[in-house]
């Protein structure tokens, strides 16, 4: 249940409904917007019994949220929330750009990675140091020392840092290298890995499982932010259709569906979705036209040479091309990067 309060009510008014809220074994997450102020109530209700919120002052009116996802639900906060990542604000009209390698191979080669994503825009290193792979002979990453190379890097061209995590026992170690950390569309259930990212505070990009719907996506965005982490951000990377001429079919329905449903910003993972770099661009350019806050997009110095996922991955000259048609569309679009 969402309280709406009155366009003049107090600060007062506000801080009684939390103090009943307490009384009664109950949270409340607030939401300032552009029309009202939204106290979102955090618990089982039956606990107030037949308490008439719309009997106290300041009070508009209370309408009960439907969804499973309160926290994630449009209702709770209509203006959308904004993840803010040091200094970088994610859901904003300024699009967020994330590129790098799928897998941190070197120092070399990373470093030449965000020299070259820091000048086609990017404002995040991406790059995979724990590797989930469908095969166990497949290289599984560098762990811990990619994610100190990465950090250099990103230290040395200005930029933040974003890794996923495997398991909820990395995240101390990704958490001292990372500004943000990544839960990848395999792990998008693990719910006691949702749990821990969401206590450990840290902002998460949540992908979206490849045979998920968008309810069950909302439903593991509500998990983190269960655990008092608003700042996520959902990441559409493709879902598993019966259509092979991709490796994923990018849902780019889910865009306005997310927006429509919920307040959490959603960017797009191209290279996931098309498997193919030459289909990168178009899919890029088609997310930002139906409204993402950003793409994340696979870079490296040399694809051919990659480790993993060599054909998906876009070199540093076509991502500066790539950046520059979005830049053109978001314009267009009223947005910027």
């Known amino acids: 249940m969402i309280i709406v309060m009155k366009k003049d009510s107090t600060q007062q008014d506000v801080e009684k409904i939390v103090e009943v809220l307490k009384e009664h074994g109950l949270g409340a997450n607030l939401s300032t917007g552009s029309q009202a102020t939204i106290i979102g109530v955090l618990g089982d209700k ?7 919120f719309e009997l106290m002052e300041g009070v508009e009116k209370c309408v009960p949220i439907m969804h499973s996802y309160k926290l994630a639900s449009h209702e709770m906060c209509p203006d959308g929330r904004v993840v803010e990542v040091g200094e970088l604000k994610i859901g904003k009209k300024k699009l967020v750009i994330m590129a790098g390698p799928c897998a941190v191979e070197n120092e070399e080669q990373i470093m030449h990675a965000a020299l070259g994503v820091k000048a086609g825009g990017a404002q995040f290193l991406r790059g995979g140091a724990y590797k989930p792979r469908t095969s166990p002979y497949s290289f599984q990453g560098m762990e811990e020392e990619g994610l100190k190379l990465m950090r250099k890097a990103a230290d040395a061209t ?20 990372c500004d943000m950390l990544q839960i990848g569309a395999r792990n998008m259930q693990n719910f006691r890995l949702l749990r821990e990212v969401g206590r450990s505070k840290i902002p998460v990009l949540l ?19 269960s655990e008092g982490n608003y700042n996520v951000v959902l990441c559409e990377r493709g879902i598993r259709t019966f259509e092979t001429a991709t490796r994923n079919t990018l849902d780019v329905s889910a865009v306005p569906v997310v927006k429509e449903r919920s307040c959490l910003p959603i960017i797009i993972d191209p290279s996931h979705a098309a498997g193919k770099a030459r289909y990168v661009a178009a899919l890029s350019l088609a997310g930002i036209a139906a409204g993402a806050d950003g793409l994340i997009i696979e870079v490296h110095p040399n694809p051919k040479a990659a480790m993993s996922d060599a054909a998906q991955q876009l070199t540093p000259e076509s991502f500066g ?17």
């Open 321 to 337: 091309q790539l950046t520059k048609k979005v830049g053109e569309l978001a314009r267009v679009v009223g947005r910027e990067i």
């Open 46 to 52: 039956t606990k107030l019994g037949d308490f008439d």
């Open 158 to 177: 200005g930029l933040k840092v974003i890794s996923e995590v495997v398991a909820h026992d990395q995240i101390d170690t990704a958490g001292k290298y």
């Open 207 to 225: 992908k979206r499982g490849i045979s998920s719907t968008i309810e069950e996506w909302l439903d593991a965005a509500e998990y983190i932010m």
